[in-house]
């Protein structure tokens, strides 16, 4: 997969790019993410990106030229991205959104900023995408968020195809279950005893028991959800 990400911050990706599995991800080929600086495609020697809104009103708007002509530049060759905008007010980012972004082969990415793009160029997006009902900054926090959760799904990104199975929402948007490690007690509180049985058949139900209780605690839509839909087994109705 390829990644373009449009921002007037490029800086703030540093960091994210270079470290952990991300990190390593770009590195070793797997996937290919450039971050482009939206100035570098003005044409004033002030680098001009935003300006005041028509109509009036707070704040600046991002102009639409010098993305446009990012847009242009970055599709000459290959395949076309699937373009994405981050904004407050986008469509939800949820797991079933990371699982069919990280299908296609290409994204881009433009990080809304200031008091946002001008209208047009959403003519260039497929998807406005809100990471949640807040107002950052910037888009590029978000961007982030996204491309975290839709790179790690990529095949040969994470190393253990089971950590994909086993993540929170993997399996029909149950949460995870319950995780420890050694010691097998620290500080009076210890860990299942069942975990440390070996016996993976009742290791495996004491898991997806506690899946359950903690979606149907936490998240009890999610299981009416499954339940009208028919998608949870008699054992785990009981
Ligand atoms: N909530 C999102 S995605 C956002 C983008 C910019 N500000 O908030």
Not at 13 to 26: N, P, R, Y
Not at 130 to 142: C, H, K, M, Q
Not at 198 to 208: C, D, P
Request: proline share 6%; hydrophobic share 35%; with cysteine.
């Amino acid at each position: 997969m390829r990644i373009d990400v449009l921002t007037v911050l490029p800086g703030l990706f540093d960091c994210f790019l270079k470290e952990g599995v991300i990190g390593k991800a770009i590195s070793s080929g797997k996937v290919e993410v450039k971050v482009h600086n939206i100035r570098d495609f003005t044409t004033d020697k002030h680098r001009v990106v935003d300006d005041v809104p028509y109509g009036g009103g707070p704040g600046m708007v991002l102009k639409p030229e010098p993305i446009f002509r990012a847009y242009d530049e970055l599709t000459k060759e290959g395949e076309k991205p699937y373009v994405l905008l981050t904004e407050p007010w986008g469509e939800k980012f949820n797991q079933e959104m990371a699982v069919e972004l990280s299908k296609k082969p290409r994204l881009m990415i433009i990080c809304g900023r200031y008091e946002g793009v001008d209208e047009r160029v959403k003519s260039l997006v497929d998807r406005e995408v809100s990471i949640g009902d807040y107002v950052l900054t910037g888009g590029e926090l978000p961007a982030m968020v996204i491309m975290d959760a839709v790179l790690r799904l990529i095949p040969g990104v994470l190393g253990n195809l089971e950590s994909l199975r086993a993540d929170s929402f993997s399996d029909r948007g149950l949460l995870g279950y319950p995780n420890y490690t050694r010691p097998a007690e620290f500080r009076g509180m210890k860990v299942p005893e069942v975990l440390l049985s070996g016996h993976h058949k009742k290791i495996e139900s004491w898991r997806k028991e506690q899946s359950l209780r903690k979606t149907l605690e936490r998240r009890p839509e999610i299981i009416e959800n499954l339940k009208r839909k028919g998608l949870l087994t008699k054992e785990e109705l009981e």
